[in-house]
């Protein structure tokens, strides 16, 4: 070996370790719950829904143990005695021909044919896109050869965000946000909104109109500590999986069986009840989409139980009681259209998966979520 | 297999990333390359024979995957933190005093980029470098020697190889 093949070698390893020494040690962990979120994004574009119960196992090799016996506190905290109603999300906000974009407590609207990432995209310049992601999600785009399309947005999740005092303060639907500049790239404008714990951020043409659409996510409707929501008259209990929920009696009621295959589809307005007494597929083929309106939430639920239901709770769920019952649910990081709720019947072996639509203005959601108890 | 599948990304995982993040000069992108590399893996762990297989399907995929995003410029900015104020550490200060070679590293081609990696970090040799690049061993000689010439002419160091 001469020289310069050893100057490479000492050139490679000694990158490598510069680079992993600026890592976090739970690299591990956010790689595997990348690899969760890549394969729930694969199975929402071929729309079904008993593999999105299992989708997860990727996480649960390492997924540290829970403690499953004590229920422990409140899963939502009843907000110290407020009365107050809940503040809802606002589905009209949405023009038609757009759709909602929900990122943790936030959601926007953008044109239904707009594309969902987790950063910028090169090369689609006819069509916008909204990045999710964190305020460490960097928006410039350094390489010269990318061109990108004209209208953009991002919704950055910061939970640390707080007020700004002396900033530029304004109301958006309701919403107190301050005008920033968090975005080191011209012709972005940028909003810190602390009430949802997001900065928001467009630029284009449409990036005043798409702003304008900004109003809470369904699911920080679900998360609001607060009043239970009160189960409407008409509304139907259910009791599937050692629990009981109440769902619209208008929605349809199917049973399922997961077997192999990719057969079942996201039930809209619907309950689908699953029984996993097989293991559940995930290998069906990808699609490619990742078209905003592929990703749509549904009004719905879906409740599974069996001994391939996901055992464990991805990292970094949250637990407590929910009506004598332990429950950990995961908010979605990369898609806000579904919670995932883990619900562990005493005595069963296995949590009772429901997953619950996150669409409208979140009240059915809520209400859903807030009617579970022991069947 | 889920279970085998979830030990292996825990062990291996990082030392992938290690590898992607060689190939595309920069972490977050080699974690995005590692996880969609990880994802088609898991999603076609059925067809492989055994555990064993799995590192070596994974890495083929992350090598295919980085030489396909070359090819079709589909360079997509990855979100990184926030430009760093501190200083850097002693390893990457030695590393910048090798005059460039790091960038021009990154200026080679794919697959001469993929082969050096492969050959100078990862210690494999021509036949599975070949077999991960589907390619022959004699492409594999070609490309390891023609990056190395790169090197030298972008960097001047024949006085340092002779």
Known sequence: ?375 | MEEEFGRFVAARGRALCRTAYLLTGDWQAGEDLVQEALTKTYLRRHRLRSADALEPYARKVLISLFLTSRRRRWHRELPVANVPDHAANGQLDAAEDRSGLWPALLSLSAQQCAVLVLRYFEDLTEADIATVLVCSPGAVKTHAARGLERLRKSMSLEEWTR
């Open chain 1, 1 to 375: 070996m001469n020289d310069l093949e050893e100057l490479v070698r000492e050139e490679l390893r000694a990158r490598v370790a510069a680079a992993e020494a600026q890592q976090p040690a739970e690299s591990a962990v956010e790689l595997l719950r990348g690899v969760e979120q890549r394969i729930r994004v694969t199975r929402l574009r071929r729309r079904w829904t008993g593999a999105a119960l299992s989708a997860v196992a990727v996480a649960a090799a390492i997924a540290l143990p829970l403690t499953l016996l004590a229920p422990g506190p409140p899963l939502i905290p009843d907000g110290g005695g407020r009365q107050g109603p809940v503040p809802l999300s606002d589905p009209s906000l949405t023009p038609p021909g757009w759709v909602p974009v929900a990122y943790g407590d936030a959601q926007v609207s953008v044109p239904a044919d707009w594309h969902v990432s987790t950063r910028p995209v090169c090369g689609r310049v006819g069509l916008g896109y909204v990045v999710l992601g964190t305020a460490s999600t960097s928006l410039v785009v350094r390489n010269p050869r990318c061109r990108q399309a004209a209208n953009r947005a991002a919704i950055l999740q910061e939970p640390g965000i707080a007020g700004h005092p002396g900033r530029s303060a304004s109301v958006i639907n309701g919403i107190r946000v301050w005008r920033v500049a968090p975005v080191p790239v011209s012709g972005y404008v940028s909003y810190a909104v602390p009430a949802l714990h997001v900065l928001v951020t467009a630029r284009g043409p449409l990036a005043r109109r798409l702003l304008g659409t900004l109003t809470r996510s369904p699911l920080s409707v679900v998360l609001e500590p607060g009043q239970e929501a009160a189960v409407p008259d008409g509304w139907l209990w259910r009791d599937f999986g050692g629990i009981r929920f109440a769902a619209p009696a208008g929605w349809r009621q199917e049973h399922l069986v997961v077997g192999p295959g990719c057969p079942v589809a996201v039930p809209r307005a619907g309950v689908t009840l699953v029984k996993t007494t097989t293991a559940i597929p995930i290998s069906c083929s990808s699609g490619s989409t990742t078209a905003a309106s592929a990703l749509t939430a549904q009004p719905g639920v879906v409740v599974a139980t069996g001994p391939f239901t996901q055992g464990q709770v991805p990292s970094g769920s949250h637990c407590g009681r929910l009506h004598e019952l332990r429950a950990c649910y995961s908010r979605p990081i990369y898609i806000g259209g579904m919670l995932d709720l883990y619900v562990y019947v005493p005595g069963w072996r296995r949590p009772t998966v429901v997953e619950i639509g996150l669409a409208g203005n979140g009240v059915v959601a809520r209400t859903i979520f807030d009617s579970i108890r022991p069947g």
